[in-house]
């Protein structure tokens, strides 16, 4: 597609249950990144994908996340047993560079409410 | 995981003025940095980037200031139009060693007054 495009863009979610948030980047982008906004603040690092390289996960704030990149595209993010705190906007960036140059191009996000 | 959640401050600007929104750092090693413009319910949009071998980068209607001495970072819009109202936020690359990440500052929002 044109841009970068997050599913679902909003999710409701009851404490405790895992939730999946999916990521479809640029085409050809090689890296991805997972970022997440909470109300008001700005973002916080998760996790990057670069290529066939592992994915530096020094983000990712408990083991309860874990993140997927199937075939060099797409990607998952999933939270388990989620917690009201993980509440916040879950933002994910595609970029065909290996480093931060040009920036990355953003998708709108997930808004996800754990209730 | 890095957090650089702050308070959000905010910029109330007349339209037709000028802005400046600033951000300081905190990594005399970053040798990049970003300004984004993010409106609501979207997603953060690229402005204007600048290499800490320069000290100024035009772009349309915005100016990128780099102060390394002082580690400052300041972002101008000219001429600001209802549509610049958004927020806005830093980003600087810290640390290649560790990957090629950004890191971002908290955000400035900044409402444009008709």
């Known amino acids: 597609g044109a841009g970068v495009s997050q599913s679902p863009s909003n999710k409701v979610t009851e404490k405790g249950k895992d939730v999946e948030l999916r990521c479809d980047p640029i085409?050809?982008?090689?890296?991805l990144y997972w970022y997440r906004q909470s109300l008001g603040q700005g973002l916080e690092f998760l996790i990057y994908f670069q290529g066939n390289s592992a994915p530096d996960k020094s983000g990712l704030p408990s083991d309860r996340f874990s993140a997927e990149r199937t075939g060099g595209s797409v990607s998952t993010l999933t939270i388990q047993r989620t917690q009201q705190e993980d509440s916040a906007v879950y933002l994910c960036?595609?970029?065909?560079?290996?480093?931060?140059?040009?920036?990355?191009?953003f998708g709108s996000g997930t808004r996800l409410t754990v209730v | 995981g890095e957090s650089v959640g702050l308070h959000l401050p905010t910029l109330s600007v007349q339209e037709g003025d000028n802005s400046i929104i600033n951000c300081a750092y905190s990594?005399?090693?970053?040798?990049?940095f970003i300004w984004y413009k993010q409106e609501s319910g979207k997603g953060p949009q690229f402005i204007i980037d600048?290499?800490?071998?320069?000290d100024k980068r035009q772009g349309q209607r915005v100016t990128v200031l780099l102060n390394k001495t002082v580690k400052h970072l300041s972002l101008q819009i000219a001429a600001t139009q209802p549509g610049d109202s958004a927020v806005y936020f830093c980003a600087e690359n810290r640390d290649k060693a560790a990957g090629n990440k950004l890191t971002f500052g908290g955000g400035t929002r900044v409402l444009v007054k008709p």
């Open positions: 990594n005399s090693a970053s040798d990049y």
């Open positions: 960036a595609s970029s065909p560079h290996k480093g931060p140059d040009y920036g990355y191009t």
């Open positions: 600048i290499r800490s071998n320069m």
């Open positions: 085409s050809g982008h090689t890296a």
